[in-house]
């Protein structure tokens, strides 16, 4: 139909249902970019994997899955950390998150990622 909607929400679960393609943010950066079925099946980003085992299931049998707790300090969104936004709450962050601040690349046909993990040059 040639129809573009730009939906923003703190829900992910909602975005879900309503989106073909999903940006996700932390600190106001764009740290993941993919269609919807590549980021639920299989998130790349530490804060895009913390958001989705956030979300409830209601489902029993799935109420014992592990769940990934973000510790650490949560920056200031007026004054953010130097390197990536998120290293003072990553569980996988380096010495080198702390210094640089990834660019999106593209992790996938449908996926684009700004992590160092995922950096050409490593």
């Given at each position: 139909m ?74 200031s969104?007026?004054?953010?950390p ?15 998150c ?18 160092v ?6």
């Open positions: 040639g129809l573009s909607y730009l939906f923003i929400s703190h829900g992910i679960q909602a975005v879900k249902y309503i989106s073909d393609k999903i940006a996700v943010m932390y600190l106001g950066k764009i740290v993941e970019f993919a269609r919807k079925e590549e980021l639920f099946a299989n998130p790349r980003h530490p804060y895009t994997k913390a958001l989705l085992s956030a979300v409830p299931i209601p489902d029993p049998k799935l109420r014992n899955r592990e769940r990934l707790i973000l510790t650490g300090d949560l920056p969104p007026s004054n953010p130097k390197g990536c936004r998120f290293h003072t709450r990553c569980p996988v962050a380096t010495e080198r702390s210094s640089i601040n990834p660019e999106l690349v593209q992790t996938s046909e449908d996926s684009l990622t700004a992590c993990l995922y950096e050409k040059n490593c």
